[in-house]
T-cell receptor, first 113, second 112 residues
Framework: DVKVTQSSRYLVKRTGEKVFLECVQD?????MFWYRQDPGLGLRLIYF???????EKGDIPEGYSVSREKKERFSLILESASTNQTSMYLC????????????FGDGTRLSIL | DQQVKQNSPSLSVQEGRISILNCDYT??????FLWYKKYPAEGPTFLIS?????DKNEDGRFTVFLNKSAKHLSLHIVPSQPGDSAVYFC???????????FGTGTRLTIIP
């Protein structure tokens, strides 16, 4: 089974802090994704990566950056956390061939105070 | 602009009956569709998918129907069980594009 592991289930940070969310997958997947889930808005794509050191903006990249130095690890960075970034963050991975489902981690509930 | 829409935020169904969850899309370039199920405090899990060359795909109690002309898909769960109570998301992508566009979700509650 695919295992996508997010480093923290719950995280509380203060406004202005730099926040790192880590994600690791164990299936040698080429693609990795970061989403945020908010009530009534579903899952919205922040960034994704289709290869090491490659990244593309999703639908809501503002205020975020990402890093993928190794194939199995994809990090989401909040450069200067703000209260409107309080959300559930979900990481996913998928194979690099067409029409493959994405596999998700259990999420990080991030609160910015 | 919401390209994938789930117009029912919630649905309640008696145990043993059929649950029908609906999803509409506006982008005619979408050709691959998926359903995910999400329990509280867990990530979404992949349930079933369908490509645009088909109009139906079955997997056990779950069947997805695709009506391309209406830009509509539905997920049927028969018979519904208490463990099916969860939030269901539909998602869509275009060929060769690994990005998924998700709907806003429908919370299904199965009444014992």
């Amino acid at each position: 089974d695919v295992k996508v592991t997010q480093s923290s289930r719950y995280l509380v940070k203060r406004t202005g802090e730099k926040v790192f969310l880590e994600c690791v997958q164990d299936m040698d997947h080429e693609n990795m994704f970061w989403y945020r889930q908010d009530p009534g808005l579903g899952l919205r794509l922040i960034y994704f990566s289709y290869d090491v050191k490659m990244k593309e903006k999703g639908d809501i990249p503002e205020g975020y950056s990402v890093s993928r130095e190794k194939k199995e690890r994809f990090s989401l960075i909040l450069e200067s956390a703000s209260t409107n970034q309080t959300s559930m963050y979900l990481c996913a991975s998928s194979q690099g061939s067409p029409n493959q489902p994405q596999h998700f981690g259990d999420g990080t509930r991030l609160s910015i105070l | 602009d919401q390209q994938v829409k789930q117009n029912s935020p919630s649905l309640s169904v008696q145990e043993g009956r059929i649950s029908i969850l609906n999803c509409d899309y506006t982008n005619s370039m979408f050709d691959y569709f998926l359903w995910y199920k999400k329990y509280p405090a867990e990530g979404p899990t992949f349930l079933i998918s369908i490509s645009s060359i088909k109009d139906k795909n079955e997997d056990g109690r779950f069947t997805v129907f695709l009506n391309k002309s209406a830009k509509h898909l539905s997920l049927h769960i028969v018979p519904s069980q208490p463990g099916d109570s969860a939030v269901y998301f539909c998602a869509a992508s275009t060929f060769g594009n690994e990005k998924l566009t998700f709907g806003t979700g429908t919370r299904l509650t199965i009444i014992p």
